[in-house]
């Protein structure tokens, strides 16, 4: 490519592609701002409250973004509880940065970060 840069690797662009996938619904990124803004492990019903949306909806959405380890699930008795994985927030490069080619964060993994756990 005689020096020039060229795309991102396959599996990275398959990772962020993922990931903006996931966040391709209002309500999605609603819930992402509101537990990765409240810090704090969040009930389905008070995700509800804040969203405006039904539970059925939320629950729906709540599956979609853990299945791309946006957002963990921490069972307690019989309730769930779910925050956001901090190592996505750490790792999440921007959309400017990723289409535009200026450096962005690595590497582009959702493991949970130490302490993090999802059960």
């Given at each position: 490519m005689n020096g020039e840069k060229g795309?991102?690797?396959?599996?990275?662009?398959?990772?962020?592609?993922?990931?903006?996938?996931?966040?391709a619904d209002t309500t999605r990124v609603q819930i992402v701002s509101l537990l990765a803004r409240r810090g704090v492990p969040m009930s389905v019903?008070?995700?509800?409250?804040?969203?405006?949306?039904?539970?059925?909806?939320?629950s729906a959405h709540l599956n979609t973004l853990s299945e791309v380890r946006f957002v963990l699930v921490e069972r307690v008795g019989t309730s769930a509880f779910y925050r956001i994985n901090t190592a996505c927030v750490e790792c999440f490069p921007s959309a400017a940065?990723?289409?535009?080619?200026r450096p962005a964060p690595a590497p582009p993994t959702c493991t949970?970060?130490?302490g993090d756990t999802d059960e």
């Amino acid at each position: 490519m005689n020096g020039e840069k060229g795309p991102l690797d396959r599996p990275t662009a398959a990772m962020y592609a993922s990931w903006f996938k996931a966040l391709a619904d209002t309500t999605r990124v609603q819930i992402v701002s509101l537990l990765a803004r409240r810090g704090v492990p969040m009930s389905v019903g008070e995700i509800v409250e804040a969203v405006d949306v039904g539970q059925s909806t939320v629950s729906a959405h709540l599956n979609t973004l853990s299945e791309v380890r946006f957002v963990l699930v921490e069972r307690v008795g019989t309730s769930a509880f779910y925050r956001i994985n901090t190592a996505c927030v750490e790792c999440f490069p921007s959309a400017a940065d990723l289409v535009m080619g200026r450096p962005a964060p690595a590497p582009p993994t959702c493991t949970p970060a130490s302490g993090d756990t999802d059960e």
